[in-house]
């Protein structure tokens, strides 16, 4: 299966964050990113991994949400 990397703006703005707490999340550990030509990257599968074990955030990111 191909995993398609996000730049660590679009996991931000998937997140409904910005750059600072989306580099917090991955300095704590909380979110796995890997770095690709100097630039911090994220997997797509890791984000949805990182959301998945998140309910409250689910509830408020409506690609997530089961109405």
Not at 27 to 32: K, N, S, W
Not at 34 to 46: F, I, L, Q, Y
Not at 50 to 65: E, K, N, T
Request: aromatic share 4%; proline share 3%.
């Amino acid at each position: 299966m191909d995993d398609r990397l996000l730049t660590l703006a679009q996991a931000a703005d998937r997140l409904h964050v910005g750059r600072t707490t989306a580099y917090r999340l991955i300095r704590d550990g909380a979110l796995t990113a890997v770095k690709v030509a100097g630039t911090t990257r994220v997997r797509e599968s890791d984000l949805s991994a990182y959301i998945a074990g998140r309910p409250a955030l689910r509830r408020h990111l409506p690609a997530f949400r089961k109405d």
